[in-house]
Every structure is written in C-alpha cells, then in structure tokens.
C-alpha cells in the first residue's frame, strides 16, 4: 500500500512558476512509476508529466514540454513537479499517481494509488 501527500498548489500569476511535491509512504518507492495528472472543472483528468522509476526517464504532455519539469528523490520518497511560465489553462486540481513498474505510465488507468490532489490556480 502506498500513501501519497501532494503539496505546493496555490494562486499564481500567469507567467509565474510553482512547485509540487508529492511524498510517498512506504521503503519501496523506487520501485514505483510516477506521474503527475490534472483535472479541469468539467474536464476529464489529463496526463501532464511522468517518471519512470529511477528517475532515468521522463514524459511529458505536450501542453507543457519545455515548461514543466518532473523530477524525483528516491531517498526523501518524494517525486517533484516544476512548473515555469505557467498560462491560465493550467489550472486545475493536480494529482500524483504510483504504479509499481519500471516504466514510464502515461494512461491514467494504469495507475493504482491516487494522492488527494493540490489546487492550481493561474490567472491572468
């Protein structure tokens, strides 16, 4: 069983940068996949960013290559979200999400452990 805490979300500018952590329980998190969804109101929850494992590979939605960063420390059982010049459409309610792999998941189904998820909020 893995336990996830996201943190970080809040009001930003557009233009501004924000970071996620997301802190996982459990002394296996290496042996997790990672990655970083968000749902719109009225939207459907979409892929925005993952890692595998080790922290050796990552993916990114298209929305936000070149903007956002994933990154991971499997020492603090943490994985991170930067995000830099951050637009409007943005905003959303961001969840981390685990799956025991050694891959990289970007389908959310794949997924087994959820965190509550943070507010973003990006005006304009």
């Known amino acids: 069983q893995v336990q996830l805490v996201e943190s970080g979300g809040g009001l930003v500018q557009a233009g501004g940068s924000l970071r996620l952590s997301c802190a996982a329980s459990g002394r296996t998190f290496s042996s997790y996949a990672m990655g970083w969804f968000r749902q719109a109101p009225g939207k459907e929850r979409q892929f925005v960013a993952a890692i595998n494992n080790s922290g050796g590979l990552t993916l990114y939605a298209d929305s936000v290559k070149g903007r956002f960063t994933i990154s991971r420390d499997n020492a603090k059982n943490t994985v991170y979200l930067q995000m830099n010049s951050l637009k409007p459409e943005d905003t959303g309610v961001y969840y981390c999400?685990?799956?025991?792999?050694?891959?990289?998941?970007?389908?959310?189904?794949?997924?087994?452990?959820w965190g509550q998820g943070t507010q973003v909020t990006v005006s304009s």
């Open positions: 999400a685990a799956v025991n792999s050694i891959a990289v998941v970007t389908t959310a189904v794949r997924y087994d452990y």
